[in-house]
């Protein structure tokens, strides 16, 4: 009878983590939402690239708002 190891099999499927933000349900885009003090809005180089924000970033995919790990 051949033994299934569920857990090397779950991480073998997700692979190495991204080098972008990711969702915990795997999205990668988030939505900025404003706070009461601050506009969902960004900084950003000339050639557009993002370099900061400020707002909350929240999941497009499931609403969840990023914790920052
Ligand atoms: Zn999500």
Request: glycine fraction near 12%.
């Amino acid at each position: 009878m051949d033994v299934i190891d569920l857990e090397q099999r779950r991480r073998e499927a997700e692979g190495p983590a991204p080098e972008y933000a990711t969702c915990p349900c795997g999205e990668a885009w988030f939505e900025l939402l404003a706070t009461p003090d601050k506009p969902g809005a960004v900084c950003m180089n000339p050639d557009g690239s993002i370099t900061g924000y400020a707002g909350t970033p929240h999941c497009i995919g499931c609403g969840e708002r990023y914790v920052a790990r």
